[in-house]
């Protein structure tokens, strides 16, 4: 079993940056893919980055290529999210989780996740 807990969230202003991390228990978390989605108050959870098992695929959501790099660090058993200048847009709940594949490709659809973590807070403000 896998187990998932979020930090790094918070207040910043736009053109700010903040590091997600997302700490692992479990036998899988170094062989399968992590991801991060968001959801906005009022709107659906949507994909914004994964990483396969090897650490080496990544995929990026539109909104977010660019600005945006997802790693793993698996002796610390934890997957980050840098985000770069950030925008207003990208305020949300955000929440890490693991993939039922070791492939990232085909992750922009949330049903192969089995298991999320709680969730942390980013806003940016204008």
């Known amino acids: 079993q896998v187990q998932l807990v979020e930090s790094g969230g918070g207040l910043v202003q736009a053109g700010g940056s903040l590091r997600l991390s997302c700490v692992a228990s479990?036998?899988?978390?170094?062989?399968?893919?992590l991801g991060w989605f968001r959801q906005a108050p009022g709107k659906d959870r949507e994909f914004v980055a994964a990483?396969?098992?090897?650490?080496?695929?990544?995929l990026y959501a539109d909104s977010v290529k660019g600005r945006v790099t997802i790693y793993r660090d698996n002796a610390e058993n934890t997957v980050y999210l840098q985000m770069n200048n950030l925008k207003p847009e990208d305020t949300g709940v955000y929440y890490c989780a693991e993939r039922e594949r070791y492939s990232a490709l085909g992750a922009e659809n949330e049903d192969d996740f089995g298991t999320w973590g709680q969730g942390t807070q980013v806003t940016v403000s204008s």
């Open positions: 990483l396969s098992g090897s650490g080496l695929g990544t």
């Open positions: 479990g036998l899988t978390f170094s062989i399968r893919a």
